[in-house]
């Protein structure tokens, strides 16, 4: 996924969950969209440099949107709308060969009623459901997921299981966006429910994926596996 004429700022707040406050390179202050819906833990120091690009619609409201931020010199993905394009794009590339070859991709599937799953991968005459959710933090060297208790992930670990017990294959998939997490957990000290059901859903089948991307001003791009740990 490659990028052109990011413009660079300063992180000043975050607020309101989907705006953000920065200070560009002249001095003046400029108010941009924030695509990420989690807490942003660890991310959201004032001063941390940032990168903007600027929407293609003219007449949106907020013209430019956050896509990443620096981290202890590590660029982070933040833009969470881009994330199941990129793990797409590792799968049709063969970064991704967990599942071998696949015949076809299906994004936003129908499991419920209330409930679409973000892949259906098809292989043979196998069905693989995949849930892929975005990483951005890292506590020491660990990569981890969720940043915020989050009820809505527990839900798909909960599909997925289900998935699983009904013939189907399943997996959860972390797309760790920064490259200083050397492996995978889940969040247990902030989301102990979610780390206990990850565990869970693994032991019934479940498979449990975490690659790492390579962030930078000009290209994010999937590279490598992590090892996972799980409690």
């Known amino acids: 996924m490659k990028f052109k004429n990011l413009l660079c ?3 000043k707040k975050r607020y309101k969950r989907f705006l953000v406050d920065v200070e560009l390179e002249d001095g003046s202050e400029l108010t941009v969209h924030c695509p990420n819906t989690g807490s942003m833990r660890g991310c959201l120091a004032a001063g941390n440099p940032v990168l903007l690009s600027l929407a293609a619609n003219p007449d949106r409201k907020y013209a430019y949107t956050l896509e990443m931020i620096q981290v202890n010199d590590y660029w982070v993905g933040v833009n969470t709308s881009l994330t199941n394009s990129l793990v797409r794009e590792g799968v049709e590339n063969g970064v991704v060969r967990d599942f071998g070859m696949i015949d076809l991709i299906q994004g936003e599937v129908k499991v419920s009623a209330r409930s679409r799953l973000d892949f259906l991968l098809h292989r043979g005459g196998q069905k693989i459901y995949m849930e892929v959710k975005n990483c951005t933090l890292v506590e020491g060297k660990t990569a981890m997921f969720p940043d915020a208790i989050t009820s809505r992930g527990t839900k798909h670990l909960l599909e997925l299981a289900a998935l699983k017990k009904a ?20 969040a247990a000290h902030i989301d102990p429910l979610y780390a206990r059901t990850l565990a869970e859903v693994a032991g019934q089948g479940v498979k449990v994926m975490a690659y790492q991307a390579a962030v ?3 290209e994010i791009l999937l590279t490598h596996a992590l090892p996972v740990h799980l409690p």
């Open 167 to 186: 013939g189907h294959g399943a997996a959860v998939f972390f797309c760790v966006q920064r490259m200083d997490g050397e492996v995978f957990s889940p």
């Open 216 to 218: 930078g001003p000009r």
């Open 9 to 11: 700022a300063r992180l």
